[in-house]
T-cell receptor, first 114, second 116 residues
C-alpha cells in the first residue's frame, strides 16, 4: 500500500511571498491532518478534515493560512503572505478506522522563510 | 486541554544496552490512546507502540515496551538491546477517544543517540 505523499520536500521563499503544499493521503483514508512542526518541538495540529469537510481548524492562523480538500482526497495547504516564524516542517497525516487511532504520516515539507 | 511533557531533551545509550524515555501527560478524559512515535532524520514519523488507556497490560512490540501508569499519568518507553537504527527523535503523543478521529497532541520530543 502506498504511503502518504507530500510535495515539495523542501521550499525556500522570502517573507511576504506565498507558498502551497500538497498532500495525497493513503487511499480510502477519510481523515486528513496537517501539522506544523517547528524546529525543536513536537508537531501541532493546524487543521483536520473528515472527507472534504473541516473538523477542526481552531489552530490555523486564518489570516494567512488556508487549506482545502476538494473531493475528499488530495489536500492543499497555502500560506499567503509568509512570515519568518512560518519556517517549519509541515506534516500531512491520514487515518481511518473511526476513533481507533493510528495516523500515517508523510515525509513532510521543510519550509524556510528568509 | 491535554498536555504532554517529555522532560529529557536528549539521551544517549550504548549499543545493545537498555534505555527508558519518560513521558507524562495531563488530561481529564478517561478514554484515550497513548503513542510513541519515532522520527529519524528523514523526518518520516513512524509509530513505535500504542497503548489503550482502558487496558491495564502494558503494550510490547519486539524490543519496545511501555510502562503505563494511568493514575500517575505516566507513559515511559523502554528500548531493549538498542540498535544504531534506533537513533532518532522520539515523541510521546496523546489521542482523546472522542466521537470519531481526533488529532494527536505531541510532547516536545527526546533525541536519542545510540552509540557504537
Amino acid at each position: 500500500e502506498a504511503g502518504v505523499a507530500q510535495s515539495p520536500r523542501y521550499k525556500i521563499i522570502e517573507k511576504r511571498q506565498s507558498v502551497a503544499f500538497w498532500c495525497n493521503p493513503i487511499s480510502g483514508h477519510a481523515t486528513l491532518y496537517w501539522y506544523q512542526q517547528i524546529l525543536g518541538q513536537g508537531p501541532k495540529l493546524l487543521i483536520q478534515f473528515q472527507n472534504n469537510g473541516v473538523v477542526d481548524d481552531s489552530q490555523l492562523p486564518k489570516d494567512r493560512f488556508s487549506a482545502e480538500r476538494l473531493k475528499g482526497v488530495d489536500s492543499t495547504l497555502k500560506i499567503q503572505p509568509a512570515k519568518l516564524e512560518d519556517s517549519a516542517v509541515y506534516l500531512c497525516a491520514s487515518s481511518t478506522r473511526q476513533g481507533l487511532g493510528e495516523q500515517y504520516f508523510g515525509p513532510g515539507t521543510r519550509l524556510t522563510v528568509t | 486541554a491535554q498536555t504532554v511533557t517529555q522532560s529529557q531533551p536528549e539521551m544517549s545509550v550504548q549499543e545493545a544496552e537498555t534505555v527508558t524515555l519518560s513521558c507524562t501527560y495531563d488530561t481529564s478524559e478517561n478514554n484515550y490512546y497513548l503513542f510513541w512515535y519515532k522520527q529519524p532524520p528523514s523526518r518520516q514519523m513512524i509509530l513505535v507502540i500504542r497503548q489503550e488507556a482502558y487496558k491495564q497490560q502494558n503494550a510490547t512490540e519486539n524490543r519496545f515496551s511501555v510502562n503505563f501508569q494511568k493514575a500517575a499519568k505516566s507513559f515511559s518507553l523502554k528500548i531493549s538491546d538498542s540498535q544504531l537504527g534506533d537513533t532518532a527523535m522520539y515523541f510521546c503523543a496523546f489521542m482523546n477517544l472522542g466521537a470519531g478521529n481526533t488529532p494527536l497532541v505531541f510532547g516536545k520530543g527526546t533525541r536519542l543517540s545510540v552509540i557504537a
